[in-house]
């Protein structure tokens, strides 16, 4: 079993940044990916950013250049640097870990408001 625990979500006003976090713990590969998806109220869960655990990163076209995903493997932790926020970011962000099977956070809300 994997446990994802995410931190860092919170109230930002518009132009602002936050940093989230997810601490993976338990029976973690050495090979696997690591990412953030939204949900916003009415819409469908989506990808915001994904890192393998060779560093390789896909992100969203609605983040790019506004977004940073990193991530520490020998913390198993993942990062995710959230700039110039605008209130479409708004949405509960939850972790993600795959290796071979879907393993989420519990989420996290952001929320972009003036």
């Known amino acids: 079993q994997v446990q994802l625990v995410e931190s860092g979500g919170g109230l930002v006003q518009p132009g602002g940044s936050l940093r989230l976090s997810c601490a993976a713990s338990?029976?973690?590969?050495?090979?696997?990916?690591m990412g953030w998806y939204r949900q916003a109220p009415g819409k469908q869960r989506e990808l915001v950013a994904a890192?393998?655990?060779?560093?390789?990163?896909n992100y969203a076209d609605s983040v790019k250049g506004r977004f940073t995903i990193s991530r520490t493997n020998a913390k198993n932790t993942v990062y995710l640097q959230m700039n110039s926020l605008t209130p479409e970011d708004t949405a509960v962000y939850y972790c993600?870990?795959?290796?071979?099977?879907?393993?989420w956070g519990q989420g996290t809300q952001v929320t972009v408001s003036s």
């Open positions: 993600h870990l795959e290796q071979g099977y879907d393993y």
């Open positions: 890192i393998t655990s060779r560093g390789s990163t």
């Open positions: 338990g029976s973690i590969f050495s090979i696997y990916t």
